[in-house]
């Protein structure tokens, strides 16, 4: 095999195909990278049995063939090379790969043992990808890290025809947002569960190139995603999901706006002294809302800030991680707070001006922390 390829375009590739390389494989061949070369096409390939990637880009096939190389290493090396066409060629069983002065030789593994890449299901419609990502980002912050836990750790997505909609939890905090998307069947009525983890990767390194096709499988566990000549599958999550739609509340008789970035800094400067598993405590009142951390002989902050208020006086106390990753997934001008009473989660959605419409298709629910008089 040997080819010539722009640097960039290589690295640009092999870096993301990467990605879906396991720290931890089950076999040595599935730390490889596979590349395929042939009639002006290299084709990357890489899988590790619960997630694949592939993708193709445009060479200068000089011979075709196939090789299987460290992904991590190949990706490690394309990083460091300088901006100029790459060569790789093999030599029985090593690669050379040449960039100006720069020269490697790696081993090969044997291609024949690296297992067959699950095939992308027949495509079930397209949704925008910088809307999908948008909405991937701000649901997947109240994903559970807990690995132990796969099906919190996961986003469930539930699609009735035009519509889907994304949650999770991590049983402290919960999530939901609703986007449209083009189906290729109406009325197609179904829903998955897939790792927090993976669907970020493929919302932020899919959704800047257009649309987003999705490809669910009616007879196995997989889904898949393409975009720009890129495509990845992953095994779905097994388990049943906790129904969490019915936690947001139904009525709020109290609500608070605040400027979304004005509050962000706050939570931010005040809970600097809030030390582990110690709140930050909002006291809302009519045109204000003040916050402070700390207690007794420890340091203590407080700052205030302008709101409005419909409802009774109310003071809650959040954790001020979930509070500030909540903040933080709005990127509207006001964050509206809607509380049925202190010790009950509060709502959070978007508002674009005081006494506006809210904007219930991003909705974050966040438990508060029991205060000693509640």
Avoid at 1 to 24: G, H, I, Q, T, Y
Avoid at 34 to 52: C, P, Q, R, V
Avoid at 234 to 241: A, E, M, Q
């Amino acid at each position: 095999m040997k080819f010539r390829v722009e640097r960039d375009v290589l690295n640009d590739a092999v870096s993301w195909a990467a990605r879906s390389l396991s720290p931890r494989p089950q076999m040595p061949v599935l730390s490889g990278m596979l590349l395929k070369a042939e009639a002006g096409t290299l084709t990357l390939s890489s899988f590790d049995y619960e997630i694949s990637a592939r993708l193709e880009i445009a060479a200068d096939v000089a011979e075709p063939g196939t090789i299987l190389v460290s992904g991590r290493l190949l990706a490690d090396i394309c990083r460091s090379l300088p901006a100029a066409p790459v060569e790789v060629e093999t030599d029985g069983s090593k690669v050379t790969l040449t960039c100006r002065n720069a020269r490697f030789n790696l081993a090969t593994m044997p291609d024949a043992d690296y297992p067959e890449l699950p095939v992308l299901p027949s495509l079930s419609g397209t949704v925008p990808g910088d809307a999908f990502a948008r909405a991937v980002a701000q649901v997947g912050v109240a994903a559970s890290k807990d690995d132990t836990l796969p099906v919190l750790a996961g986003i469930k997505m539930e699609i009735e025809d035009d519509l889907i909609t994304l949650l999770a939890t991590d049983r402290y905090r919960l999530a939901m947002r609703e986007l449209h998307w083009k189906p290729a069947t109406p009325g197609i009525s179904t829903s998955v569960l897939v790792k927090a983890k993976t669907l970020g990767e493929v919302a932020k390194t899919l959704g800047g190139a257009g649309d987003i096709s999705l490809a669910l499988s009616d007879s196995a566990d997989l889904i898949g995603f393409e975009s720009g000549g890129r495509r990845t599958t992953s095994l779905l999550v097994d388990g049943d999901y906790p129904k969490i739609r019915s936690l947001f509340p139904e009525s709020t008789p109290i609500h608070a706006a605040v400027e979304t970035a004005a509050l962000i800094e706050a939570v931010r400067r005040v809970s600097l002294v809030a030390e582990r598993n110690t709140p930050v405590r909002l006291a809302f009142t009519d045109g204000q809302v003040s916050l402070d951390a700390g207690t007794g002989e420890d340091a203590q902050a407080s700052e205030a800030l302008e709101s409005t208020l419909t409802g009774e006086d109310i003071t809650v106390a959040f954790n001020p991680h979930f509070l500030g990753e909540g903040l933080g997934a709005f990127d509207s001008k006001y964050v509206r707070f809607s509380f049925t009473s202190a010790p009950k989660p509060a709502m959070m959605t978007a508002q674009n001006e005081i006494g506006g419409d809210d904007q219930d298709d991003y909705r974050y629910l966040v438990m508060p922390v029991r205060l000693p008089n509640q």
